[in-house]
């Protein structure tokens, strides 16, 4: 029986997922929070490098699909269910609302809609997020702050205009069947994170002191 609470960071490119996850490592207590990723086991890892990976760039949708799926369904049997079940709160860095948005939508692949749900009711029924922050940027502005960083982007982030408008929509879908907030993510990265806080926090508060 898992006694931790679960709850995933999702946004597309540009939200500052990552960066509010780190920052969030240094604010909650390690005691009390496990701060990870999707993929973050180290299996996990090593499919999640090759899903980012130029040559899943150019492999089918489907196998990147199926990719998507492994290294998250490892993550979460190895790395979140033990922790929750320990009574420790788990926040990921994306999870599987980003496999409909981006293996789904951005894809332009809605016949694989009805496989998502199964799989996801599958693999993930005993360990679904209780609630979902969803860091809700444009695409413009996320587009704009990832070209700012400079860094070596992978083949998602090289996508054009048109796949991560779809992305979004694809969040949008998913959102409406799961408990979520929505964070507005335009605004300067600090506001962004003390709001995530506040709401983490809120949420929580039952559960553990702050």
């Known amino acids: ?3 931790g609470t679960f709850i995933a960071l999702e946004g597309g490119e540009g939200a500052g997922k990552t960066t ?7 604010t909650l207590s390690p005691e009390q929070f496990l701060v ?30 199926a990719l998507a799926f492994a290294a998250q369904a490892d993550h979460v049997a190895e ?3 033990p922790a929750l079940k ?5 926040i990921s860095d994306r999870l599987d609302a980003s496999i409909l948005a981006y293996q789904v939508h951005g894809e332009n692949r809605l016949d694989l809609a009805p496989l998502f749900w199964k799989t996801r009711e599958v693999l993930f029924q005993q360990v679904l997020p209780d609630l979902y922050l969803f860091l809700d ?12 960083e400079g860094r070596t982007l992978d083949h ?3 996508r054009s205009l048109n796949f991560h408008e779809r992305v979004r929509k694809g969040y949008t879908e998913f959102f409406k069947t799961v408990p979520h907030v929505i964070v507005d993510a335009n605004r300067p990265l600090e506001a962004v994170q003390a709001d995530t806080l506040s709401i983490i926090q809120n949420i929580l508060k039952p559960k553990t002191k702050q």
Do not use: C, Y
């Open 36 to 65: 990870t990723r999707a993929g973050g086991s180290p299996f996990g890892e090593k499919l999640r490098a090759l899903f980012v990976s130029d040559e899943a760039g150019r492999t089918s949708p489907e196998s990147r699909f």
């Open 156 to 158: 998602f982030e090289k």
């Open 79 to 81: 790395v979140v269910a």
């Open 1 to 3: 029986m898992r006694k």
């Open 20 to 26: 509010i996850a780190n920052a969030l490592k240094g």
């Open 86 to 90: 320990k009574g420790i709160h788990v």
């Open 137 to 148: 940027v444009s695409t413009e502005q996320g587009f704009a702050r990832v070209k700012r």
